[in-house]
Structures are given as structure tokens and as C-alpha cells.
T-cell receptor
Framework: AQRVTQPEKLLSVFKGAPVELKCNYS??????LFWYVQYSRQRLQLLLR??SRESIKGFTADLNKGETSFHLKKPFAQEEDSAMYYC????????????FGQGTELSVKP | ETGVTQSPTHLIKTRGQQVTLRCSSQ?????VSWYQQALGQGPQFIFQ???????GRGNFPPRFSGLQFPNYSSELNVNALELDDSALYLC????????????FGQGTRLTVV
């Protein structure tokens, strides 16, 4: 069965520290993976997707098919990075059909 | 270009009642997906509508139904409401097949008492 797992409900770091939000998936096929972010009182929005291979707001994520992981990383956390982060997998690679993890709340302290 | 809008923002219903939630898709998007997000959980896929037809469904009972209109807006209907239906309901629109980014609305908070 397709599944996305985010093992940490809460991750708390100090400003300037490195951040890694973990995401593991199970999917029988070629997955398309995303990170969505929800800042306080804002709607869920796309942060990045693995096919773009780009860095957004200093965040990167590499798809590791061997370990079935798609961890989100940032070398130096900023206070404005505090938010809920959701890893998601595109179901049958069709737009809008997403399987989400439970989310990780990132708290960056000054 | 307008974003995805949902109405109402909040709703309180009694167990056993029926509810209709509405979603206007982003300009140029012909696909609408609905999600249920319980407190402390990630969004769960309910179903998707493409060109006014259901195009995939998650693990939700038939009392969850939907519609899509020619202008691509959509409705989510839930009959015989149960207390566990209390959640944030999210609508997301996306473009033609092959474009996989989904744009989300702000959600409708449904409370069943």
C-alpha cells in the first residue's frame, strides 16, 4: 500500500542550526514526491518537488529510491522557517491526487 | 489570476444532518480534489473531479459525494453526519493531466455536534 511516513511530529532547533525533516515512503512504482508547507494562518502551499531539483528558501530535498526517502534539508534555519511541513506522494502521478504524511512542526528558536 | 476559494470558512452541524461545502478552482484549472484533515493529521484524499466526473476516490464511504460544474467549481456533500466527520476540509485545484502541482484553498472547518 502507498504510504508516507514522517517520524517526527515536532522538531525544535535554534536559529542558524541545520535542519533535516525526515520523510519515508512506500510506493510500487516511480513516485513523484513533494514537500508542502503551511505557515501560521496561511493555506497549504507547495515548497518543492523532487523533479524540479531546485532549492526553495534554502531548502533542498533529494529522492533516495534505495532508502525510499525524501528528506528535507536546510543548512541554516531561520525563525521564519517555523511552520508545519508535509511530505506528499503523487498517487499514480496524477495531478492533485496526493498521499500526505502526518506532518512535522518545525520550530526555530531565536 | 484568482486562487482557490472555499466557502463557508466555518460550519457547525448536528449529527445526522447533511452539509454542502463549495470550492472555486484556480483560473485555468480543470481538476478539483477534496481532502479531509483531522486535527493533528495530514490531509487525506477523499476524491477528485475532472471534467465534471469523479476521477478517483480515497477510502471514504458513499455518504461523501461530490459534483463539478462546467466552470470547474465543485461541491462536497456529506450526508448523515457523524461526530468523526469534524475536520478541516481542503479543496485543491490542478491543471491538465501531467501537471501535478496542486493549489489549495484555505479550507472549511466543519464541527459536528
Amino acid at each position: 500500500a502507498q504510504r508516507v511516513t514522517q517520524p517526527e511530529k515536532l522538531l525544535s532547533v535554534f536559529k542558524g542550526a541545520p535542519v533535516e525533516l525526515k520523510c519515508n515512503y512506500s510506493y510500487s512504482g516511480s513516485p513523484e514526491l513533494f514537500w508542502y508547507v503551511q505557515y501560521s494562518r496561511q493555506r497549504l502551499q507547495l515548497l518543492l518537488r523532487h523533479i524540479s531539483r531546485e532549492s526553495i528558501k534554502g531548502f533542498t530535498a533529494d529522492l533516495n529510491k534505495g532508502e525510499t526517502s525524501f528528506h528535507l534539508k536546510k543548512p541554516f534555519a531561520q525563525e521564519e522557517d517555523s511552520a508545519m511541513y508535509y511530505c506528499a506522494l503523487s498517487w499514480n502521478n496524477q495531478g492533485g491526487k496526493l498521499i500526505f504524511g502526518q506532518g512535522t512542526e518545525l520550530s526555530v528558536k531565536p | 489570476e484568482t486562487g482557490v476559494t472555499q466557502s463557508p470558512t466555518h460550519l457547525i452541524k448536528t449529527r445526522g444532518q447533511q452539509v454542502t461545502l463549495r470550492c472555486s478552482s484556480q483560473s485555468g484549472h480543470n481538476t478539483v480534489s477534496w481532502y479531509q484533515q483531522a486535527l493533528g493529521q495530514g490531509p487525506q484524499f477523499i476524491f477528485q473531479y475532472y471534467r465534471e466526473e469523479e476521477n478517483g476516490r480515497g477510502n471514504f464511504p458513499p455518504r461523501f459525494s461530490g459534483l463539478q460544474f462546467p466552470n470547474y467549481s465543485s461541491e462536497l456533500n456529506v450526508n448523515a453526519l457523524e461526530l468523526d466527520d469534524s475536520a478541516l476540509y481542503l479543496c485543491a485545484s490542478s491543471g491538465p493531466t501531467g501537471v501535478t502541482e496542486a493549489f489549495f484553498g484555505q479550507g472549511t472547518r466543519l464541527t459536528v455536534v
